[in-house]
């Protein structure tokens, strides 16, 4: 099974499609749950499995410093080494060395940084990260894109930008080869367009990625703390450029009542860790919004997290019993508020679809915001 993408309806830019993979068939759009060191941190893969889940994302960066790339490679890649059958996208590395290591010096090369678990000092060219990415064998790669913080002045901007698009050119040349060399490589690789707010400098990044060639599109560095309508603008800006008949992936959102506007946008693919981390921290989502089970309110609640969610954890345990986990530090509470919470935003992503289907999506995204802003009962 290779890799194919189509579109199979749409409902204004929105679109309904299939990512083929060769682990695994993806209805898009979809929402990928973050699995930084491997996992999705309070889930087994056989709970991932039952809440159908049939891509997650794993972390470059995380993995390259340990266990290591080519540990990963040795055992025979990301799948086999997790026992996770279906598809991974893996992202470049590039964010983290950002925001988490240490004394990273950027130059024309790559990325200089020190790992945040050991202080070693490694080098993150495009050609490293296209590089550790084909060793852990992941369906979709992501190339090395320059990060920057936000809001950022235009200058810096711009130069981060050419950096970006010159860091793809080589990643994309780099993957070729490779694959030249190997023959059919069994992995994707997706260009980000970046731009910061600047509208002009978000087309001038998708047309001179556009220009590379790539099986799919990302757009990054953004919902890093601009307005919302911010992020919509400068995706939709990007989406309206990209090709109908390739896939596109909006890195890092959303918050549930956001989900839907962005694929009205016509994104197809998202990931997120707020589902995961929010349920660590006992915020659970629902229907209704925010039911955040610490709350003394909840000490006798004999009511499920959402009365109308369909998942294991909704059918047999109560408000009161996961608020008295969360009370009791007992890890149990994080497991089974996750999973409850990576079941609400997979069930999203399955109404989003029918809805796209019927041709209904702005009508259910209008009422998903004013029943999330209603609040919990
Ligand atoms: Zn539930």
Redo the contacts with the bound molecule.
């Keep these: 099974m290779g890799f194919q993408f189509e579109v199979l309806n749409t409902d204004s830019a929105a679109r309904r499609g299939r990512l083929t993979t060769p682990h695994s068939t993806v209805e898009t759009p979809f929402f990928m749950p973050v699995g930084t060191q491997a996992t999705v941190k309070g889930l087994r893969n056989e709970a991932l499995e039952e809440l159908g889940a049939e891509i997650i994302l794993a972390n470059t960066y995380h993995l390259y410093l340990r266990p290591g790339h080519e540990l990963v490679r040795r055992i025979g890649g990301l799948h086999k080494f997790m026992s996770w059958n279906r598809a991974i996208l893996t992202d470049s590395g590039g964010f983290q060395v950002f925001s988490l290591s240490e004394l990273r010096k950027i130059t024309e090369e790559g990325v200089r940084f020190r790992s945040h678990i050991d202080g070693s000092e490694h080098l993150l060219t495009p050609e490293k990260a296209a590089e550790i990415q084909l060793a852990l064998g992941s369906d979709i790669a992501m190339v090395l894109d320059e990060c920057i913080e936000t809001p950022a002045p235009r200058d810096k901007t711009e130069s981060a930008l050419k950096r970006t698009t010159q860091w793809a050119r080589r990643a994309r040349n780099y993957f070729l080869e490779c694959q030249q060399r190997l023959g059919e490589l069994k992995q994707w690789q997706f260009g980000i367009v970046q731009g910061a707010t600047f509208a002009d400098l978000r087309r001038e990044s998708a047309h001179q990625l556009l220009e590379i060639d790539f099986p799919g599109y990302a757009v990054g560095g953004l919902a890093v703390g601009e307005p919302h309508e911010i992020t919509c603008e400068m995706a939709g800006e990007v989406t309206s450029l990209l090709p109908h008949d390739r896939p596109r992936y909006l890195m890092g959102v959303g918050k549930p009542e956001q989900i839907a506007e962005y694929v009205a946008l016509g994104v197809d693919m998202m990931d997120c860790v707020l589902p995961t981390r929010a349920a660590r921290h006992a915020c659970l989502y629902t229907n209704h919004g925010r039911v955040l089970i610490k709350n003394a309110r909840y000490a006798e609640d004999q009511n499920?997290?959402?009365p109308q969610?369909k998942?294991s954890?909704?059918g047999r345990y109560t408000r009161a019993y996961l608020r008295h986990l969360f009370a009791a530090g007992e890890f149990t509470a994080a497991i089974l508020a996750t999973h409850?919470n990576v079941?609400?935003y997979l069930d999203i992503m399955r109404q989003i679809r029918e809805a796209i289907e019927f041709g209904n999506l702005a009508k259910f995204s209008s009422e998903m915001r004013a029943r999330y802003a209603a609040g919990p009962a």
Excluded: E, K, S, T
């Design positions: 499920p997290i959402d969610c998942c954890v909704c409850h079941h609400f």
